[in-house]
Every structure is written in C-alpha cells, then in structure tokens.
C-alpha cells in the first residue's frame, strides 16, 4: 500500500511545521522558567517582582520612582510612630543622615521596642535598594556588582543618583544565560565560595580592626554582603545551583567567619551573638544576589572579583574622618515608697547587691555590686564598684535631696567576653563604649513619694551606631534598673 508523492511530502511539510511550532513552545517555556514561569500579570505582581524579586529589568525611571517613592512612604511611616509613641518629631535631615544613631536618638523618648522595630521594618526597604542596585547596574550594562556600592556608607548616595540617571544599554542585560555543565563537585563549588569569603572577612578584620582600628559600618553592613554575594556567585559560577543551596553556602560563609572568631580568640560569644540579627540577614541577601548574577548575566562576564572587595579595608580607614564621635545618654526611672531625703542616702552609696538573676549578667555583661563615696559635696569621689572592675565618679553637683551629679574618670570594662579560653580581649574593649558622666535625680511626688532617675552619658565608637546602640542602651537601661530596684527595696524598707 503506498501513497502519492505529492500526498507524502504534504505529510512530511506538515509534520516539520508541527516540530517547528513545538520547538518554539518549549523555548517559550523555558524563557518563562528563566524569568520566573508562569507568574501573575497584574500592575501589583508586576511591582511585587520589581521589588523583590531577582530576575525583572530595572529602568532608570522605575529606579528613580521607587527610590523616590518609598523614601517619603518610609519617612512618613516613621515620622508618625515616633510622634505618636515618642512625641517627637523626625525632620527630613535626620532621616536622611548617615549616621543612623541620629534616627535613633528621636527614639529615646518612646518605648524600648521601638529602634528594634524600626530596625526590623527597614530590612525590607534595605533588600529592595540592594537587589534593585543591582539589576539597574546591569540594565545599564555595566557590571552586576557595582550595584554593591549601594552598600558603602557616604558613597550610597553618589550610586543611586548615578544609577538612577544612566540610560538603560542596548541587547541583553538582565538575560538568562546557558552555560555549560560543570564537572566540579558541588562540595567542591561551594568550599571555594565559603573560602573566597572567609579571605574577605579575614582581610576586612586585619586592616579594619588591627591596622586602622576601626569598627565601621564597611565591617558589619557591606562586608557580609560581599561575603554572601561572593561565596553564592563562585559556587554558581561554572553550573547553576538552587537557591536554597546558595542561600546555606553564604550562611555557612558567615557562620564559620563567626566561629573562627570565637576559636582564634579574636572575639567572644556575646559579641558575636549581638552582630548575628544584623550580619547574617546582609548574609544571606547576598547569596541571593550573588547566585543572580552568575545565573543571569551573559556568559563570561563579571567573572572578576568586584572592586569593591579591595576597596573595603581603605574604606574602612576613611570612616573615621566623616563620622564625628557622638555621645548617647540613657535614662531610666523608678517611683519610690519615701520621701527624696530618705531616698538620697541609699543613693549617694549603697551596700552589696543580691546575685543577678539576669542572663546577660552572668554571662559576662559588667553589672553593679555596690557603691561608697569618700567625701561630701562637690569634689567628693564615688566609688561604683562592677562585677568587671570599679568606676571612679568625681562629684560635680551636690544639690542634697534633688540631684547628684559626677563625670567618669575610670571605667572598667563593659563585659567579660564569654570564650573557651581564659583571657580574650579584643580592641573594642579598650574605649570603644566609654562612659563619659552621669547623674541622679530626685523628683518629689504627691504622698510623700519620690521618681528617681538615673542617666548616663556616653561614647560609642562602633558603627553603624544606629544598630550597635540598641545593644548599648539596652545593657545600660538593665544595669540602671538594677540600681535603682535596689535603691527602691532600701528606702522603702526605711
């Protein structure tokens, strides 16, 4: 049985077509996969991807729109808490200030929470600056990675105004890329992405901390990104991996950077476990992004290790000439059962306090154990002895029963570090959080009652000291609860 000619090449024309259209469905597909799949195409989903996603071309006006338009939705959202919560108002120059200690400090009148809050509400606005940086970087077709300038204090500025005014480069940019598969392991792949990072850390800590003894927001806010982003963008580099599996390379990256600190002796657990809420977030932004980049950029470009790795430790050096030293202050307050001239003896000195309870003081947080004073009125000496040594407090008012006043001469220092080994002390124990004076006051109730207060001021030269104060205050506050308690239980037992 047989057929025409005529009849089967019309047959073999059409099965060809078929096989034609097939072909460009799957390459259809896969282009949907690259980008994403089969995604809602609402305006919502649309802005939802831009933000948040990884993979959605940003345009110099879609860069400028957010930038612009989330920065005033942010300064208003702030603006209103902390005049409803802290009855204070924030101006546009302090939102917009480097030094976040300066946002904070319109805080300090509202609850506790509110700088942890606030901090927490920023990590979101802090990925889409980063992740979108980073795209419109290559919409512009130059590299990925200068989007991580974003990242550099005082330079950010410069960046997103040069990001936000480059016109979008012809061809592809953002693009999926197909690359070969790899033969390296992907134990292999991702030793090499945790090794390049732990490299980074150790060369920002040697010249950050030892050389320039700085700790600055280039150590704790960009370097984990790098970190991140590097470690991710090398285990990806020769075959693409998932994302989780990027997402745990850049955790380990930062957690063994972390644990050697702690078996090298360069640091102690308490610090490590207070720079955890904010590095290890940065972290894993940056095993996101860098997994992006080596997933979609064209083949065999930005295979270079980003300028900004070798620019870190300068910028580390320079930071200290733009960030004037700021001081802080603390103030915490009790109601008394008694009059102010029962309460001013137990206040001028006082006898041993009970065991703390507290964690965080007996895991090495300095914590007060008792106070006596040589002397009366001004130019007398205050001798408050701590758990970690003795402040020596020379009395500058001496307004008996309303108000004592002292500046600090000696401090001890802030904590004990928790460690394996018997003595560990890193250069941030030496002057980085000094207190500076500090002072009593007695308000008269109604009753025959008394408010103490209790402030102090001081110096904190960590950054960024928007986060790093949160920890101060918070320690300060407990150290200042724990005195005046005291206090409390002595004059009100009489």
């Known amino acids: 049985m047989g057929g ?39 305006p919502l989903a649309r802005v939802l991807r831009l933000w948040f996603g990884v993979r959605s071309d940003v ?5 400028a729109a957010t930038g ?62 980063f992740s979108m940086s980073v795209r419109r970087a290559a919409d512009a077709g130059i590299s990925p990675w200068s989007g991580l300038w974003v990242l550099v204090p005082i330079l950010n500025l410069l960046a997103m105004l040069v990001l936000a005014v480059l016109p979008s480069a012809p061809g592809p940019g953002w ?49 984990p990104v790098v970190m991140g982003a590097t470690s991710a963008f090398l285990f990806n580099r020769e075959h693409a991996r998932s994302y989780g599996a990027s997402i745990f390379v850049a955790f380990m990256a930062v957690f063994i950077a ?22 290890l977030p940065l972290g894993l932004f940056g095993g996101v992004i860098g997994k992006a980049i080596a997933d979609y950029t064209r083949e065999g470009r930005y295979m270079v290790p980003p300028a900004i790795v070798f620019a870190l430790p300068l910028l580390a050096g320079a930071e200290s000439l733009f960030v004037p030293p700021t001081e802080f202050l603390v103030l915490s307050s009790v109601e008394i059962d008694a009059p102010p001239e029962t309460v001013w003896r137990h206040v001028v000195s006082f006898p041993d306090l009970p065991e703390p309870s507290e964690w965080y003081f007996r895991a090495g947080i300095s914590c007060p154990v ?44 802030p904590m004990f570090e928790l460690s394996p080994y018997r003595h560990v002390h890193p250069p941030h124990m030496d002057g980085v959080l000094r207190s500076t004076r500090g002072e009593f006051r007695l308000v008269p109730l109604a009753g025959g009652r008394t ?22 205050d918070l320690f300060i506050h407990r150290i200042h609860l724990r005195v005046l308690r005291h206090v409390k239980r002595l004059a009100e037992a009489g």
């Open 68 to 129: 612009f338009g989330l920065m005033a939705f942010k300064y208003g959202v702030e603006t209103l808490a902390i005049l409803l919560l802290a009855d204070n108002v924030l101006t546009p120059l302090e939102f917009l200030h480097p030094l976040l200690s300066v946002r904070v400090r319109a805080m300090e009148p509202g609850p506790e929470w509110l700088p942890w809050a606030v901090f927490a509400w920023s990590l979101p606005f802090l990925w889409i600056a």
């Open 258 to 279: 972390g644990l050697a600190l702690l078996l090298f002796a360069l640091e102690g657990a308490i610090c490590i476990a207070m720079a955890i809420p904010l590095v």
């Open 451 to 472: 408010r103490l207060e209790g402030r102090t001021w001081y110096r904190f030269n960590m950054k960024p000291q928007g986060y790093w104060t949160l920890w101060s």
């Open 4 to 42: 025409s000619p005529n009849g089967t090449t019309e047959r073999q024309a059409e099965n060809k077509r078929m096989t034609d259209d097939a072909t460009r469905d799957d390459a259809g597909r896969g282009m949907a996969d690259s980008r994403g799949g089969d995604q809602p195409s609402g």
């Open 175 to 223: 693009s999926d890329t197909r690359r070969r598969k790899s033969d390296i392991a992907i134990v292999t792949s991702a030793v090499l992405g945790v090794m390049a990072a732990l490299a980074i850390a150790g060369a920002m800590i040697g010249f950050g901390v030892y050389i320039f003894d700085e700790y600055g927001a280039s150590l704790f806010f960009a370097t």
């Open 370 to 413: 008792r106070a006596r004073i040589e002397g009366r009125g001004v130019g007398a000496t205050r001798y408050c002895e701590f758990t970690t040594g003795t402040f020596i407090e020379p009395i500058t008012v001496w307004d008996e029963p309303r108000r004592l006043a002292f500046d600090v001469k000696s401090q001890p220092p």
């Open 59 to 63: 345009t110099r006006g879609a860069y």
